[in-house]
């Protein structure tokens, strides 16, 4: 963004002063200390205020082609930098994310990275599943960027259902070879990152067959294109596959097989092996793998809480520059943020990002554990991590992609412009609600863990922290008070309520002779609605514990804050789900009248804080990219700037009136 | 598309012949009778069989400006075709939205047509506001294109409250002009269709002031560019805004006025008039404009409908070719429309499509009838069309953008392909919840009419027909029954409900003392939620009468496929609002229970007729215009073969390896 002579909006200079806590500490504290804040913004000048990385016309108006050019000319000065810092012991396998895929990097690099699965994916699965001479040979190469690889699973035929895929990796002990085909159309790799025109390695998930049998899906490391002429090798059909969405410049690919022979060393070993005979070792716990694949979907829900944060924070900002109308005929047009139902679009989204934000954190945290149980042979916990990544990466997409358009949305038609930012954020968004996991087959497999959560809970047997609640929130009655206590109470209420009469209803079925996968799929409207009144009552229960911890560490000012957004994202999920609290909880028309009011004096407290609020989120310009939602809210200025830019605005007359306009208009006369 | 030779597909073949009724006769009830199907199909190959309206690269590849050289191409030859339909009589200011901007139209140019406001508002705009005199001047050329004009109404800082524009038009008595500005930056028009290159005329509303007072926004014909050289002419700044989500093609301008003189006759003066002298002459009744500018609001509805028709045919069929995990551990993969989940997000989106339909039908008729009344001077029935065109037009938007979005997500991956058609549809329609009134605001429109008349009720006054509900509703007990007659009663029960609280807190707040603005603006939720629930019990209700009306006109195997498709309908919406249900209904938690068994047989009575169902829609392949959904379901051919076409899969080598790749990989080793 140019802007030569920065004068602030007046607007927003007086919403900064109506602010009543510190916006530094809050900032401090989202970055988990001070010392953060200073290394991200470290991080972030070093890349931002290169100007080598900046395009000299914005990227969305260049054909598909130029577009991918582009891109691979920015990710390269991207990787070196990132090179150099991995030098200097600055950078390391979470950082990644955050400057390829993240926050950072997707502010560089709008329209996504053709690189990044490279680091996001490539080299975390040749450390999580190569043995150590395996990693000793592929990881030095990788780690230097003198491979590029990406990750091949996901088919044209198969994707959330990966043992379904058909790609086979045939072992030849004779050669000592595994032979790697297509045998369908269906069966060609489709979507992996970077794999269209870029990558020369990739890890293929193939069906393993050795000695006549078949074991499933494995990783293996093969070769795409000679790392001298890029030219694909024998065998190897690759290219793209057309314009998305969103993403158009991560270079997705297609690949299909036709006899690719890869040495038996390039089978991913350190769980199960194939033997040179052939023989086929099955790893002594199969769920070795589990902790890793699980990886990108525990850090997704922070990745996706970022893209919220960015969205709310442009459409908070615009809504106070914004004004539209009269609420009384004397008065000067209102700035939009104090209507009412704007508020109640924007804030509840504000509370969501905290919301996520801590639930993201507690599941990293969980994460780790858990992976580290997993390398002592533990496994109880598995289950409820994954029930719960399951839930919280489906509920916490599909609340953000939402949230984005309902960010958007309440821009008006400035919020439909490219250079709002928001159609790329919501590409990016929505993206996420499809890939690792489909949302509603994720919430089917959390489904299952509570059904079974609610056979232990009949048959008296122990339960795992996070259903603990199933064993008493039906048989109490909660007395209803204004209180974040009440409402988890009765949100757990309504989780169990619906938890016991699905598995009731599941049950008749399977009593009248259905057969149990039919009374499943016959149920699965209610299963998921089970796993989303879990989920959406474990949210607000984890956002509330992390408040109350911080409760002695935080100033009084910013706890006041931090309390409000808690009460408004509880009372809001509350609000949302008023049908379930009427059928299984005690809560009475009076209690419902009382939420509405608390609704909005909730909105009216938070009101004066808005701007300040986002602020803290020290999100700069360059990350949030947005004509809309600039610190300066400059907001009109640079609608017009970035108009400037457009191709098409270098002329007065555009070449298609001489070609085709005027033919017509004049063949007329 | 090119399929060489046709195979259908089997699964699609095998869902065919399932098929309980006549798709034929559907297809022409929805036509409106066999004449007016033979009408459609004969208009769409006139267009669709025109090889000369298909580009030869995907537009989603070309450069911004390359998409609009080609829009110009194509929409010059389309409107050579349309006057040639006007030549034989073949077609009228009805079908035009549809070949420019609507179900056709946007099928020959999925990114928008820069033309369309020409057909679409000037025109309609001259006829509806210009004098005979001024129709005698302009619309011979309009209609017969030797000039091109736009509609410029909105600017960089007003949309929907249109009375904030900031644009002037001074009348000069000494030369008898109107001088046209800008005052500022956010005076700049902002958003017109085909403002940017393409149009040489426009009509400009602006604030007229005459004689030293304002007069409020009037409409002026202007002409922005020369009818040879199409350089704007002096005093008009002029450009294209930049890129959007959506709808790259239709060339939305800016345009600013620096001491603009055009000649008083250039004043639409139909309805209020300058004279001479300057004299302002305000017409008899200043709400004759009114009936006119309701008229694009009340097209859209159909609009909106078709656009999501489009999609779940899409998705339908894709979901009965796509096969994805097993339900039962020998039997094959699943066709994906035989999980209830993924019928319980397409089924009830087939019932909003003929909801909306039938709505649309309505508000067309209403309409037309209030615009003959308007003619003989009669007002009274313009309220009720007002707000039901408001909270219609916001819930068929919403809803359909919504709607288009779980298609798109219910495909997976693929849905995100652009070769789908999803993302340049919900560009489409999303745009809709903004332009032509936000959605917000028109909703609190509809909930201004719907407290007058709650206070009507209350003073015992007469109600309106699609208000008169307010009188018994409330009363009433209605025993619960599986019926469409039942679910009508308990919503408007909860409508009335609504109201009738939302009433309460308004005026308890006022009698605090509240300014009746301010109580106004603190009690929007509500007044929002009210609308959409007296929305959506019209909606049921209309459609409900259209298919008993259809009763005995329609064959019996026809019918019974129409009354599972209302019922549907009727039990989402229930199922959607079970807490207003329980909070303003007698509704029971049994009743609840049996409303979800009900919505489950109804899926399972649908499944068969689904492919059929959206088979009756009669919609051309290339209308769909997506590989997922074509008529023979050969989708991961289409795919494929829409992937051939990107220009970055020509060559095996894009030159980025050489340029910045193949250095940056080299220089690490």
């Known amino acids: 963004m140019e802007n030569k002579k920065i004068t602030l909006n007046a607007d927003l200079l007086k919403e900064r002063q109506k602010c009543t806590f510190n916006t530094l500490e809050l900032t401090h504290l989202l970055d988990g200390g001070p010392e953060n804040t200073i290394e991200r913004r470290e991080r972030e000048a070093f890349f931002l205020d290169d100007p080598e990385l900046k395009s000299s016309v914005p990227t969305e108006y260049l054909s598909h082609k130029d577009k991918y050019e582009e891109a691979v000319r920015v990710s390269c000065l991207i990787f070196r930098k990132v090179l150099h810092l991995q030098e200097q012991g600055k950078v390391g396998i979470t950082n990644f994310r955050e400057i390829l895929g993240g926050e950072l990097g997707s502010s560089i690099m709008k329209d996504g990275n053709p690189l990044t699965l490279h680091y996001v994916m490539f080299i975390p699965t040749l450390m999580g599943q190569g043995t150590y001479e395996q990693q000793a040979e592929w990881i030095q190469k990788a780690w230097k960027c003198t491979m590029i690889g990406t990750y091949a699973q996901t088919e044209l035929g198969h994707g959330t259902f990966i043992r379904g895929l058909e790609t086979t990796a045939t072992y030849d002990p004779e050669t000592e070879e595994f032979i790697i085909n297509s045998p369908m159309l269906t069966s060609y790799k489709w979507w992996p990152g970077g794999l269209g025109h870029t990558a020369n390695y990739a890890i293929v998930v193939a069906q393993l067959n050795t000695l006549g049998k078949c074991y499933g899906i494995h990783p293996f490391v093969v070769q795409l294109r000679d790392e001298e002429t890029h030219l694909p090798l024998p065998g190897i059909k690759i290219g793209e596959i057309g314009c998305k969405l969103g993403m158009n410049s991560t270079n997705n690919g297609y690949l299909g097989f036709d006899n690719v022979r890869i040495p038996r060393k390039q089978m991913l070993m350190k769980n199960n092996k194939v033997l040179k005979d052939g023989t086929y070792v099955e790893s002594p716990s199969s769920k070795l793998t589990y902790g890793t694949m699980m990886f990108v979907r525990v850090v997704l829900v922070q990745d996706v809480a970022n893209y919220l944060k960015k969205a709310v924070t442009i459409a908070v900002r615009y809504s106070c520059v914004r004004r ?346």
């Open 324 to 669: 539209q109308s009269q609420l009384k005929p004397d008065e000067p047009e209102v700035q939009i943020i104090d209507y009412i139902t704007q508020q109640h679009k924007l804030f509840p989204i504000i509370s969501t990002y905290f919301a996520f934000h801590y639930c993201a954190t507690w599941l990293w945290d969980m994460y780790n554990n858990v992976n580290s149980e997993l390398e002592a042979g533990q496994l109880n916990q598995l289950p409820e991590l994954h029930a719960l990544a399951c839930c919280l990466k489906a509920i916490s997409t599909s609340d953000s992609a939402s949230g984005v358009e309902t960010c958007r949305l309440a821009c008006g038609g400035h919020g439909y412009m490219t250079s709002s930012n928001f159609p790329a954020t919501y590409g990016l968004v929505t993206a996420m609600c499809t890939y690792e996991g489909e949302n509603t087959v994720l919430l089917l497999q959390t489904a299952r863990f509570l059904m079974k959560a609610w056979q232990n809970k009949i048959e008296k047997l122990q339960l795992t922290p996070t259903v603990l609640y199933l064993k008493t929130a039906k048989a109490s009655n909660f007395v209803y008070t204004r209180s974040i206590n009440w409402i988890i109470a009765v949100l757990q209420q309504v989780a169990a309520g619906k938890i016991e009469l699905t598995w009731n209803h599941m049950n008749e079925r399977i009593k009248k002779g259905v057969s149990v996968e039919d009374a499943w799929n016959h149920t699965s409207i209610e299963l998921v609605a089970c796993a989303e009144a879990h989920c959406r009552a474990f949210v607000v229960s984890r956002y509330c514990s992390e408040i109350m911890r911080l409760k002695d560490t935080v100033s009084e000012s910013l706890r006041i804050v931090l309390v409000q957004l808690l009460h408004l994202y509880g009372v809001s999920t509350a609000i949302k789900c008023l049908g379930d609290l009427l059928r299984f909880s005690g809560t009475t028309a009076d209690n419902i009248d009382d939420l509405q009011k608390w609704l909005e004096e909730l909105l009216a407290l938070i009101r004066p804080n808005a701007v300040s609020i986002v602020d803290s989120f020290d999100l700069r310009d360059e990350v949030l990219s947005s004509t809309l939602g600039a610190y300066d809210g400059n907001v009109y200025e640079r609608l017009f700037a970035e108009a400037a830019k457009s191709p098409l605005n270098t002329e007065p007359v555009n070449k298609s009136f001489q070609q085709h306009l005027k033919p017509f208009l004049k063949s007329q006369l």
